[in-house]
Every structure is written in C-alpha cells, then in structure tokens.
C-alpha cells in the first residue's frame, strides 16, 4: 500500500564544512567586485581587500551562520543537492536579511543618493525602492553564484549508492 522511503545518503560531511568555510569569503569577494567601499584608500586592490573583509565580517558569515545552515539542513531532507537548487537557496539565503531590512527598517525621516530623494518623511520614495531592488538583485546574483559554487564543492559528483544524483 504505502512504499517506504528510500534512505537518503548526504553528501560527505566535510565537503559541505568545506564549502560552508569557503564560500561566504567567496560571496564577500565578489561582492567587493560588485560595490566596493573606502573610496579614500589609494590603491583598487586596498579597496577590494577592505570591502572583502568588512562584507566576509559582516555580512556573508553571520547570513551563512544563521540562515544557510538551517537551509541546508531544511532542504537536504526534501530535495537531492543540485545545482539549481543550490543556486536558488543561495540566491534566497544571501538576499533574504537584506530584503527584511529594506521592508522593516528605513531609520530615516529623509535620505537621498546622488540627489534624487531615497526617503521622504520615512517613507521610501520610487527611487528608493528601485535602488533598494537593484541592491538586493545584486546581492541575490552573488548568492546565486555562490550557491552554484557551493554545489560544486560539497555534491558535485557524488551519487547515491543506486547510482542517482
């Protein structure tokens, strides 16, 4: 009447550390390439460097810790690790806290970016939720990548023991 499940085998556990420790430094550095910060430092590479870390620190670790483990550990039961997959969660898991900060918080009664009003009297302006949008799709398409990238070190290549992927 009703068929057991099959036992799912994981992928092994220190491929999915590995790709844990490696991939919010990656998301940080191309996330440096993306929108750099220190625009005071003298030279690209002092810039790039400064950013990486600053983006490492404070964004693509804690975002990893808090909400790409339980993530994965979420996902692993439903769906075999595949690089669509791993993509779209990464995309979601890098831009999530960004979009909950940007719907929650705007902390400003006014604010502007290169002279086109962002905020006015605390309320986001058409400019300000176009560049929000910009900003998160940015973050999103690093966290594509980077959830492609993770695939590709923590399951590529590893198969079930009845020879699926």
Do not use: N
């Amino acid at each position: 009447m009703y068929e057991s499940r099959r036992a799912r085998i994981y992928p092994p556990v220190w491929r999915v550390c590995l790709a844990f420790l490696l991939m919010p430094a990656a998301a940080a550095i191309m996330m440096a390439f993306v929108a750099p910060a220190y625009e005071g430092l003298p030279t690209a590479i002092e810039r790039l460097t400064a950013t990486a870390k600053l983006d490492a620190s404070l964004g693509a670790y804690p975002t990893a810790i808090v909400v790409g483990l339980p993530t994965y550990f979420i996902l692993r039961r439903h769906f075999s690790a595949r690089p669509l997959i791993c993509a779209v969660a990464g995309a979601v898991v890098a831009a999530l806290p960004w979009l909950f900060l940007v719907l929650v918080t705007s902390g400003a009664s006014s604010a502007s970016i290169g002279g086109q009003a962002t905020i006015i009297d605390g309320h986001y302006a058409a400019y300000g939720w176009l560049e929000s949008t910009y900003f998160i799709a940015q973050i999103a398409l690093v966290g594509w990548t980077a959830g492609f990238l993770f695939w590709a070190i923590a399951a590529a290549g590893f198969k079930q023991p009845d020879g699926r992927r």
